[in-house]
């Protein structure tokens, strides 16, 4: 009888955690289901280094003279007031360009109903160099005003690689 008693209370947990948690806002933020998802200005799927599952993300760029990478726009939960942010990042040999502001990038930036960009964007990381895999990630206050955040993680004007994996937005207190 207890071990029914004890199995019971158990599931009882199990099924608790499960409910409160957190779901990840992003769309195949694993890129598991290859780029799907994401708007794709240059970045490639690779099976060859990933932090989890069979992908990542690689950003690649011979040259400082572009901005390469991949975005994701996804709407404010509603009664929303804080988002946390994260995402398992790698860097390779990655060389700024001329601007303070240029590197490997992950940035947030919140939109407004006609999708103007409400206050500065948020830059929750930016590598240059050599970088290990690293989880990166900040909690963020959504702007009055905002109705949506676009997700960016880029090559700004910087030359190397970099590789993303297992990118998460979710709502917290």
Do not use: H
Request: charged share 20%.
């Amino acid at each position: 009888m207890k071990v029914y008693l004890l199995t019971g209370c158990v599931l009882m947990l199990m099924m608790l955690n499960s409910a409160f948690a957190q779901k990840n806002l992003v769309t195949n933020g694993g890129f598991e289901d290859e780029l799907y998802g994401w708007n794709n200005n240059g970045a490639q799927l690779t099976p060859y280094d990933f932090n989890t599952g069979k992908n990542s993300c690689a950003i690649v760029a011979a040259n400082t003279e572009n901005w390469v990478g991949v975005d994701q726009t996804i709407r404010v939960p509603k009664k929303a007031r804080n988002i946390e942010f994260s995402a398992w990042l790698k860097a390779v040999n990655v060389v700024k360009g001329k601007n303070e502001w240029d590197g490997a990038i992950f940035t947030i930036v919140f939109l407004d109903v006609l999708e103007k960009e409400v206050g500065d964007g948020v830059n929750i990381a930016r590598i240059t160099g050599d970088q290990g895999w690293t989880l990166l990630s900040k909690k963020i206050t959504i702007p009055d005003k905002a109705v949506s955040f676009k997700i960016l993680i880029a090559l700004g004007n910087a030359s190397g690689t970099l590789l993303a994996d297992d990118v998460m937005a979710k709502e917290v207190d």
